[in-house]
C-alpha cells in the first residue's frame, strides 16, 4: 500500500514562506519523478513545480524565482520551498509520485493540503 503524505501547509501572511514536505511510504522499488500541483476553488489543477531522480527541476512561470522544489532520495522525501507567497498561491497543495514496484510503475498522489496566504 503506496501513500504520499503531505505536511507543511496552513495560514501565511503575503510575503510570507512556507515549506511543504511530502513523505512516499510502502512496498516500492524506486521513485522517479516527483511534482507538486495544486488548485485552487474554480480553477483547474496545475503543475507547480517536478524533479526528475537525476535533479532536473521544472517551475510554473507563475512561481519562478519563488518557489524551489528538492528532494532527498535517502527519505523518499520531496520538498517545496515557497516563498514570498501571494494571495494568488492559495490553494490545495497535491504531491505526486512516479512510483515503481515489484510488478508495476504508476503514479500516485497525496490527499493534498491546504495553502492559505493572507493578511
Known amino acids: 500500500q503506496v501513500q504520499l503524505v503531505e505536511s507543511g501547509g496552513g495560514l501565511v501572511q503575503p510575503g510570507g514562506s512556507l515549506r511543504l514536505s511530502c513523505v512516499v511510504s510502502?512496498?516500492?522499488?524506486?521513485?522517479?519523478?516527483m511534482a507538486w500541483y495544486r488548485q485552487a476553488p474554480g480553477k483547474q489543477r496545475e503543475l507547480v513545480a517536478s524533479?526528475?531522480?537525476?535533479?532536473?527541476?521544472k517551475y510554473a512561470d507563475s512561481v519562478k524565482g519563488r518557489f524551489t522544489i528538492s528532494r532527498d532520495n535517502a527519505k523518499n522525501t520531496v520538498y517545496l520551498q515557497m516563498n514570498s507567497l501571494k494571495p494568488e498561491d492559495t490553494a490545495v497543495h497535491y504531491c505526486?509520485?512516479?512510483?515503481?514496484?515489484?510488478?508495476?510503475?504508476?503514479?500516485?498522489w497525496g490527499q493534498g493540503i491546504q495553502v492559505t496566504v493572507s493578511s
Open positions: 505526486k509520485a512516479f512510483i515503481t514496484g515489484p510488478a508495476w510503475v504508476r503514479d500516485y
Open positions: 524533479i526528475t531522480n537525476g535533479g532536473s527541476t
Open positions: 510502502g512496498s516500492i522499488f524506486s521513485i522517479d519523478t
